[in-house]
């Protein structure tokens, strides 16, 4: 079975600066789906970034970076200049088959970034 | 587009009573949609998957007797939390699917608690 490592509980950046939250991820599969969502207070869940196992180039999303090491089994989000709207729970997930043709995403316990004026 | 509401956004229940989440796709058809639990300060945890016209794929360990789910439309899936108990209070969210495959869209989630 897949499954998803954050290590990080907790991050914090200062506004403008730039952060990094790590993920690692177990697998036997050699194509799959990478993504990060971001929960703010409200609880609704945002995708933020996904990443296609058989890209070797990392994704982007304005502000937002990937750094996906495939060899490795890691998949990190860069978040530049950030901002205070960027305060959120963040989760790392795996998308895998299963089964009767459809899939399901499997989540890291999540990082919780707090961003300080 | 690619909206999915929830309904009651909160509910609070007595012991004993049952309850029902609905999940909708506003603008889209949901050949899939997926439950999931959120505990505080902890990650999602999918319960089940649901396919339209079928019954209802649960994970390990999930009741399927006190967490009964329909699908009986492209637009809708409910949750039924049957004999609510003080154990079952949690955030449960759903996300839906128009094609199984690709992007998941989640719902904004219904805070349940049982008294």
């Known amino acids: 079975a897949q499954t998803v490592t954050q290590s990080q509980p907790e991050m914090s950046v200062q506004e403008a600066e730039t952060v990094t939250l790590s993920c690692t991820y177990d697998?036997?599969?050699?194509?799959?789906?990478l993504f990060w969502y971001k929960q703010p207070p409200s609880r609704q869940m945002i995708l933020v970034i996904r990443q296609e196992a058989y890209k070797q180039q990392n994704a982007t999303e304005n502000r937002f970076s990937v750094n996906f090491q495939k060899a490795a089994k890691s998949f990190s989000l860069k978040i530049s200049d950030s901002q205070l709207g960027d305060a959120a729970m963040y989760f790392c997930a795996y998308r895998t088959y299963s089964g009767a043709g459809s899939y399901q995403l499997t989540f890291g316990k999540g990082t919780k970034l707090s961003v300080i004026p | 587009g690619a909206v999915v509401s929830q309904h009651p956004s909160r509910v609070i229940c007595k012991s004993g009573t049952s309850v029902k989440i609905e999940c909708r796709s506003l603008d889209f058809q949901a050949t899939t949609m997926f439950w999931y639990r959120q505990f505080p300060k902890q990650s999602l945890m999918l319960m089940a998957t649901s396919n339209e016209g079928s019954k209802a794929t649960y994970e390990q360990g999930v009741e399927k007797d006190k967490f009964l789910i329909n699908h009986a439309s492209l637009t809708l899936s409910t949750l039924t939390v049957t004999s609510a108990h003080p154990e079952d209070s949690s955030f449960y969210i759903c996300?839906?699917?128009?094609?199984?495959?690709?992007?998941?869209?989640f719902g904004p989630g219904t805070r349940l608690t049982v008294t």
């Open positions: 697998t036997s599969e050699s194509d799959y789906y």
């Open positions: 996300s839906a699917s128009a094609d199984g495959y690709y992007e998941q869209y």
